[in-house]
C-alpha cells in the first residue's frame, strides 16, 4: 500500500557554489608589425565544476586563442578572468604556471604526444613535473591507461597507435593530476566518430563522475549537442 504522506522537504542552505571560471568582458589583440589585431571583443561566461561547455565558432573566430587564456597560457589584454576565485591578471609567471599544473588538463586535436615515448612514459610528464614520485607515477599511469581502454597497450609508442588511442593516452595524460579543469581543443577533429564518441564519454565522465569542469572546443555538432551548454564565438564576441 502507498501513503500518501508528503515527501520531506529538504532545504539546500549551503551558498551557491562559486563558478570555477569566470570570464568577463574579456578582449585580446595581437599586435603585428605595429598593426594591432582584435582577436577576442567581448567575452563574458562562466563555467561551474561538473558542467560541460561547448565553445563553437568559424575557424579564425579565436577559439584557441581563448583557450590559451582560460589555459593560463596566455593573458587577456583587458577584462578579467578568475580561475577557481582568483583573478588572474596581476598574478605572476610562476604563480600562473603552477596553477596550470596543479590545476589543468589540457588536451590538442593533435594529442602532442611524445613520438618515440611509451604510452606509460607520456602519460606521466605532468607528473614529472608535479614532483610525483617515479613508482607512484608508475602505478597511476597504469590505472589511468587502463581506465581509458588502454591496458594492453601500456608499452606501445605513439607510431604504433591508431589515432583514437593517441587520443585516449592524451586524455589519460591530461588527468593524470586530476585537474578541476579541462581544456581541450577539437578533441575529436582527427578522430573517426567511434573514436570521437569514446573521447566525449571519458571527458563527460570527468564532469559527473570527479566533479571536473570540462571546455571543449568543437566544431562537431554531434559533440556539441553532448555538451550541458554552448557558448558561440562570433567575430570574437561570445554568444
Ligand atoms: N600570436 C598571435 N599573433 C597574431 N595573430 C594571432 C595570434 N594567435 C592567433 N592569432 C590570430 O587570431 C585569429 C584567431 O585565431 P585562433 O584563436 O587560432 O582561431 P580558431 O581557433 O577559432 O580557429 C586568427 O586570425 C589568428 O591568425
Ligand atoms: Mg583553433
Known amino acids: 500500500m502507498t501513503t500518501d504522506a508528503p515527501s520531506p522537504v529538504v532545504v539546500d542552505t549551503r551558498p551557491p557554489a562559486t563558478p570555477l571560471l569566470q570570464v568577463k568582458n574579456l578582449t585580446r589583440h595581437f599586435m603585428v608589425s605595429g598593426t594591432r589585431i582584435d582577436v577576442l571583443h567581448d567575452c563574458t561566461f562562466d563555467v561551474s565544476r561538473g558542467e560541460v561547455v561547448a565553445i563553437m565558432g568559424q575557424s579564425g573566430s579565436g577559439k584557441s586563442t581563448l583557450l590559451n587564456v582560460l589555459g593560463l597560457l596566455d593573458r587577456p589584454s583587458s577584462g578579467s578572468y578568475v580561475f577557481d576565485g582568483m583573478e588572474t591578471a596581476p598574478l605572476r609567471e610562476g604563480r600562473m604556471s603552477r596553477l596550470r599544473g596543479d590545476g589543468i588538463g589540457f588536451v590538442f586535436q593533435q594529442f602532442h604526444l611524445l613520438e618515440r615515448r611509451s604510452a606509460l612514459a607520456n602519460v606521466s610528464v605532468p607528473m614529472v613535473l608535479g614532483g610525483v614520485p617515479a613508482l607512484r607515477r608508475r602505478s597511476r599511469s ?76 568543437t566544431h562537431d555538432a554531434k559533440v556539441a549537442e553532448r555538451a550541458d551548454r554552448v557558448v558561440v564565438l562570433v567575430e570574437g564576441r561570445t554568444h
Open 142 to 217: 597504469r590505472e589511468l591507461l587502463e581506465s581509458v581502454g588502454l591496458g594492453h597497450r601500456l608499452h606501445s609508442q605513439p607510431h604504433q597507435l591508431s589515432g583514437g588511442e593517441q587520443q585516449r593516452v592524451a586524455l589519460a595524460r591530461a588527468l593524470s593530476r586530476e585537474p578541476s579543469l579541462i581544456l581541450a581543443d577539437e578533441p575529436t577533429g582527427a578522430l573517426d566518430a567511434a573514436s570521437s564518441t569514446m573521447i566525449m564519454d571519458q571527458l563527460i565522465d570527468q564532469s559527473r563522475v570527479r566533479d571536473a569542469a570540462v571546455v571543449v572546443v
